[in-house]
């Protein structure tokens, strides 16, 4: 972690990926890297919090947190102002904050494979967000609003297939092949981010798409 720790020097520093690295914990001194504009910490399964110093980070606009053990999106992310992309998905989520669209600038929020049973109704306040990904089996309220959103906001449920896991002696191996599965899950979204965008010829009765899809 001393690296990491490191970083609060860097005041240029601009994209920061420590993904996969087996962090449990992140410096406070990352929010001295006050032009960070892109940060990874995907993938290291053990964070579950992250210091209010990063609330500094006013320039970053890509910030991806996914497949941790985060059971709120932090306080200090709520005050990214720039945040654009926000991929909190593959965590221990059950619900959002009711201030969420304090983060009026996200265009994409990706909260698959968490255990949401509600969206709240701020997230039709967000005006630019126009991607929004949710696992959908344990849903029990979607506010109408946010369907009949006029906002451009195109929903997309995934419906989140059970992880069998084979037990055996070597546990390096089962963690490689879960992060083997969040990587290639990952690629896919990217892909189909991609996908949506490339369409912008599509006729406006098919803007918001609400699917339905196997991983």
């Excluded at 601009?14 to 001194?29: A, R």
């Excluded at 997230?123 to 991607?131: D, R």
């Excluded at 899950?185 to 406006?204: G, V």
Aim: hydrophobic share 35%; net charge negative; glycine share 2%.
């Amino acid at each position: 972690l001393n690296y990491l720790t490191l970083t609060g020097c860097l005041k240029n520093l601009k994209v920061l990926n420590v993904s996969f690295n087996n962090l449990k914990s992140v410096p406070p001194e990352l929010g001295d890297c006050e032009n960070l504009e892109k940060l990874d910490l995907s993938g290291n399964m053990e964070i579950t919090e992250l210091p209010f110093e990063l609330s500094n980070l006013k320039q970053l606009t890509f910030m991806d947190v996914s497949a941790n053990k985060f059971h709120s999106i932090p306080i200090c992310v709520l005050r990214m102002s720039n945040l654009q992309w926000l991929d909190i998905s593959s965590n221990c989520l059950k619900d959002l904050p009711e201030d969420i669209d304090r983060l009026d600038e996200l265009q994409t929020l990706l909260l698959q494979k968490n255990k949401l049973t509600y969206l709240p109704r701020a997230l039709v306040n967000m005006p630019k967000l126009s991607l929004l990904v949710v696992s959908g089996d344990d849903l029990v309220e979607i506010p109408t609003a946010i369907c009949e959103s006029t906002t451009g906001l195109k929903f997309v449920s995934l419906k989140d297939s059970p992880v069998e896991r084979i037990v055996c002696e070597d546990t390096e191996e089962i963690v490689e092949n879960e992060r083997e599965r969040e990587q290639v899950e990952k690629e896919f979204m990217k892909a189909y981010i991609e996908d949506l965008k490339e369409r912008e010829s599509t006729p406006s009765y098919t803007t918001k798409v609400m699917l339905s899809l196997q991983l």
